[in-house]
């Protein structure tokens, strides 16, 4: 970490040796290459643990409450310990570097994830309720782990850096769910409730995802790239840090950044409010377990498997058009999962890809308008911030589904889910005024 010194008035910058060498071009690319192996190794354990809690969450709440009129609670839980948790991983990351905050992070979710399992064997709700708080961290992380690939990206590679890591979630976010009904049968065999068995999965890959981090990450990617900067402004002469800004004053640009959290958070509440509800809605039509595992498998696997394509589209045509495209395509994705019959399981699969597929044209191009905003002495804290906003329209969508299906019905859920996400395309507009004054 690069420290400060005082010599008479004078505050002088001093970069570790062992960070100095990474200024040149050639050890950045390698770092940078190095630094997406371990994260894309981590998320792949990080997508199988996040899948357990949006593919039979609401359903364990339903059994133990039961009522379906608080299945969205299970959802509400972890997405609003993601939102402490991402603030906590945040400040922490930009304070001791991404390796700390993201492995206390993943660490934290299987540690709640597994006193989910034990609620369920003891039948204890207030246990439940608590655990799933703690298993948010997990999920916070696993979206903040998207932000370690972009620390030494360059401005042309960031979406692409961005994809990279979130494209290998896929791995294990669609095998997660399709796990259902093998964990269940795991989980019965020990004398635990078939709806716990995922989160004895999802404690054991956080956990795993937790350890790679920790022990591989090394050099810390946002510490290096912190190091760089600061050996960039000695070189153009600035050489006290008088003359500089401070990390707390360091130059955002406020038009990028309410735009990109804009984005992100409206994709958010659309796509978390309608997959939710959507393993209730099957159940009521006469769907089993296995068919919900493949439909939010589905789901999950639009949710990150284009990343790789989107980021390249991303940075090409820029982040404007993409969240655009976004709203358009959840759109028609809460109109077909509102008139799709609900004994076809194709017309949800389509309107369940549609949504995933929505909400990671706007995650990427919300996230890389972030990470043009910011710099690397303000970037974590930044960012833990605008996830915590994203946690928290999680929650609401997750809170608010369960009782607007309950009162009405799972077509107006979807309904209001895709007219929502148009909102979006008022605040990208005025971005783009702010810009031009």
Not at 156 to 184: D, E, Y
Not at 234 to 239: A, M, S, T, W
Not at 323 to 347: E, I, Q, R
Request: glycine share 12%.
């Amino acid at each position: 970490m690069p420290e400060i010194s005082t010599v008479g008035e004078e505050k002088l910058i001093h970069i570790p040796e062992p960070l100095k060498e990474y200024a040149s071009p050639d050890r950045q690319r390698q770092l940078y290459k190095k630094t997406m192996r371990i994260v894309i190794a981590s998320q792949i354990f990080g997508g199988a643990g996040l899948a357990a809690g949006i593919t039979v969450g609401a359903l364990l709440a339903q059994d133990m409450l039961g009522t379906e009129g608080y299945a969205g609670i299970p959802s509400a839980l972890f997405t609003l310990g993601s939102a402490a948790a991402a603030f906590l991983v945040g400040r922490l990351s930009q304070r001791s570097g991404r390796r700390i905050g993201l492995a206390a992070g993943f660490l934290a979710g299987g540690l709640g994830a597994a006193g989910v399992v034990l609620a369920a064997i003891l039948n204890n709700v207030a246990l439940l309720f608590i655990s799933l708080l703690v298993y948010g961290a997990g999920t916070a992380t696993n979206l903040q782990a998207r932000y370690a690939g972009t620390d030494l990206a360059q401005p042309n590679q960031r979406a692409k850096a961005i994809s990279a890591a979130m494209v290998f979630t896929t791995f294990g976010a669609v095998a997660g769910p399709n796990l259902v009904t093998v964990t269940g049968k795991f989980a019965t065999s020990l004398g635990a409730p078939a709806l716990s068995g995922p989160f004895m999965l999802a404690s054991a890959a956080f956990m795993l995802a937790g350890i790679v981090l920790l022990l591989f990450l090394r050099p810390d990617p946002l510490i290096v790239s912190k190091a760089i900067a600061e050996l960039e402004r000695v070189k153009d002469g600035q050489r006290s840090v008088a003359t500089m800004p401070n990390a707390e004053q360091q130059p955002v640009h406020k038009p990028g950044i309410v735009v990109g959290a804009t984005v992100m958070v409206l994709t958010q509440i659309v796509m978390v409010a309608i997959m939710t509800m959507t393993p209730v809605h099957m159940q009521h039509h006469g769907h089993g377990l296995g068919a919900v595992g493949i439909v939010i498998g589905i789901h999950v696997a639009a949710m990150y498997l284009p990343s790789l394509i989107t980021g390249v589209l991303v940075d090409k045509f820029g982040r404007t058009k993409m969240s655009y495209a976004s709203g358009v395509t959840l759109l028609l994705a809460g109109l077909l999962a509102a008139f799709a019959p609900g004994d076809s399981m194709a017309m949800l699969i389509l309107a369940l890809a549609l949504l995933g597929i929505g909400w990671n044209f706007g995650l990427i191009s919300g996230t890389a308008a972030i990470v043009d905003a910011t710099s690397p002495q303000n970037r974590a804290k930044t960012q833990g911030s605008v996830d915590v906003l994203i946690a928290l329209a999680g929650a609401s969508g997750g809170a608010l589904s369960g009782m607007v299906v309950a009162s009405s019905s799972y077509s107006t859920l979807s309904l209001a889910g895709g007219f929502m996400s148009l909102l979006l395309i008022p605040v990208v507009i005025w971005s783009h005024k702010q810009n031009e004054k």
